[in-house]
């Protein structure tokens, strides 16, 4: 049942992206700035997580997370940079490109992450299957520019 609750919650975390990349954008088109859209995007999620962590009680180590090693702060930047490129491709690709080639760079970058055991990933060897399942999102995402 936790499985199932997991595929539910990542499902549902993929479908708000669109969401989020049209509020964005036209929080970006509104405010004439992509880069202050994506700041208050950010801004707002900080608020929300810091009420979540204060209604939950969690537990967080300060002392551990200064102990991170260095990359591990990189993940703000790499955020940083998917807002705002998103919010600056949706209005100019539209949002099934867009997110058709998010999917496609997500599961191209996981499946080296899977093949490598990159950062904990479990380890999962590139096969001839999931190249061939690559090509095909790949190809769906070409098919989605042409028509």
Known sequence: MDKIIWIAMAFLAGAFLPLQAGLNSKLAKTG???????M??????????IVYIFLTSQNVSWKG?????AYAWAGGVLG???VTV????????????????VVAGQLLISMLME????????????????ILG?????GGVVVMKKF
Do not use: C, D, N, W
């Not at 998103?86 to 080639?101: S, W």
């Open 80 to 82: 940083a940079f998917y």
């Open 115 to 130: 093949h490598f055991q990159v950062l904990g990933a479990q380890p999962q060897p590139v096969s001839i299957g999931r």
């Open 86 to 101: 998103i919010v600056l491709a949706f209005p100019k690709i539209g949002p099934g490109l867009t997110f058709g080639l």
């Open 134 to 138: 690559m090509l095909l999102i790949i």
């Open 65 to 69: 997370i200064r102990e991170a090693p």
């Open 32 to 38: 004439g700035s992509p880069v202050h859209a994506s």
């Open 40 to 49: 208050i995007s950010f801004a707002v999620g900080v608020v929300a997580l």
